[in-house]
């Protein structure tokens, strides 16, 4: 069995965060942390795979938020649901810049330049709808914005975490599977 970590790792990476932010829409209900999954994916997926992820979280995040929350069903509801995938996607291509522009920087810059710039312009695509369309800048009050800024920090660590435990698990089972291949060789 030469099967290498790569084959499987993606799929199991990509459940794993979704898994990970339906559990944080019921946890934090109004606060999801996508500048977060922004850096997370902007530093361990390709950017096509990092804007399919943005897309998968935030439709994750709304049947979570319709299904289990009781979301109300109402025009302004749906129009913020898609300003905030927007915003997501901004977020996700916004962390993806600065973490390439910095490509030859430690990783630690990458992830915090990545994580301004994708809190910064998800927060400002948010505002722009919120002033310019459907109301609401009252959820911009920097104790509000205080409170994101937050939870997306300590989720961001909380990802970090996450994804070295599963980059180990994985170095673990292919060494185990190299080595059961190895015996199977010789036997």
């Not at 400002?124 to 911009?140: D, P, R």
């Amino acid at each position: 069995m030469t099967e290498r970590p790569t084959v499987w790792f993606r799929p199991l990476w990509l459940a794993l965060l979704i898994i990970v932010i339906a559990a944080l829409t019921t946890g934090y209900t109004c606060i999801t942390p996508f500048a977060a999954f922004a850096v997370i994916a902007a530093t361990t997926l390709s950017r096509r795979d990092a804007v399919i992820l943005a897309v998968a979280l935030w439709l994750t995040n709304q049947v979570v938020g319709f299904g289990a929350l009781n979301y109300p069903w109402t025009a302004s509801t749906f129009a913020w649901g898609l300003a905030i995938g927007a915003a997501a996607v901004i977020g996700t291509l916004a962390a993806q810049w600065a973490v390439r522009r910095l490509a030859a920087a430690p990783i630690v810059a990458r992830m915090t330049a990545g994580f301004v710039a994708a809190f910064v312009l998800y927060e400002i695509a948010l505002y722009v709808v919120a002033v310019s369309m459907l109301g609401g800048t009252e959820a911009f009050a920097p104790a509000i914005v205080g409170q994101v800024l937050f939870a997306n920090a300590v989720t961001l660590v909380g990802l970090v975490a996450l994804h070295q435990l599963v980059v180990i698990g994985a170095a673990v089972l292919s060494r185990r599977r190299r080595a059961q291949a190895s015996r199977a060789r010789l036997a």
